[in-house]
T-cell receptor
Framework: SQELEQSPQSLIVQEGKNLTINCTSSKTLYGLYWYKQKYGEGLIFLMMLQKGGEEKSHEKITAKLDEKKQQSSLHITASQPSHAGIYLCGADGTYKYIFGTGTRLKVLA | NAGVTQTPKFRILKIGQSMTLQCAQDMNHNYMYWYRQDPGMGLKLIYYSVGAGITDKGEVPNGYNVSRSTTEDFPLRLELAAPSQTSVYFC??????????????FGEGSRLTVL
């Protein structure tokens, strides 16, 4: 079955710093989704990537899909306390929609 | 816009008790899902449904049952609750088109503790 591995598992950055979160799939990615979860709440959809090399941006968050490497990266520029939370990647897997292990982000003011 | 509504938000059960987590969506989505999220972990798929009357197992179905009698509702039943079922449960829905799942819409979660 397909698995999604995220790195790092947790991240603490100073406000204003840039950061990158990676999501690596054990099988070929045909579509990759990024979600954000605030602590104790449900998940909010950020963006979807469907084509190799595709790159999308929303405010200060940019995600890119590298199909050859079966990997996607999420980059946050000039982080803010509002970016804190858990970031999860998702993909259509063997059991329909599967999720990565999650990256817990803390931004220090 | 109600979206996906889960009840209850919190529940404490004793070992061996049973209960049903309710999930309803008002977006006319064909696909619905139940996930569990253990502390510090990602989401694991319990069951999913591709439409009324059709359900299938996910990664971790043992100890749970589901039904989908209508497009709107997808309840999750726990029989004989065990401490290992202590978790946060999320219901989600999507409008899957041509095999592509697309965006999942999540409920706010139901926090279950089994003592």
């Amino acid at each position: 079955s397909q698995e999604l591995e995220q790195s790092p598992q947790s991240l603490i950055v100073q406000e204003g710093k840039n950061l990158t979160i990676n999501c690596t799939s054990s099988k070929t990615l045909y579509g990759l989704y990024w979600y954000k979860q605030k602590y104790g709440e449900g998940l909010i959809f950020l963006m979807m990537l469907q084509k190799g090399g595709e790159e999308k941006s929303h405010e200060k968050i940019t995600a890119k899909l590298d199909e050859k490497k079966q990997q996607s990266s999420l980059h946050i520029t000039a982080s803010q306390p509002s970016h804190a939370g858990i970031y999860l990647c998702g993909a259509d897997g063997t059991y329909k929609y599967i999720f990565g292990t999650g990256t817990r982000l803390k931004v220090l003011a | 816009n109600a979206g996906v509504t889960q009840t209850p938000k919190f529940r404490i059960l004793k070992i061996g008790q049973s209960m049903t987590l309710q999930c309803a969506q008002d977006m006319n989505h064909n696909y619905m899902y139940w996930y569990r999220q253990d502390p510090g972990m990602g989401l694991k798929l319990i069951y999913y449904s591709v439409g009324a009357g059709i359900t299938d197992k996910g990664e971790v179905p043992n100890g749970y049952n589901v039904s989908r009698s209508t497009t709107e509702d997808f309840p999750l039943r726990l029989e004989l609750a065990a401490p290992s079922q202590t978790s946060v449960y999320f219901c989600a829905s999507s409008e899957t088109v041509a095999g592509n799942t697309g965006e999942l819409f999540f409920g706010e979660g139901s926090r279950l503790t089994v003592l």
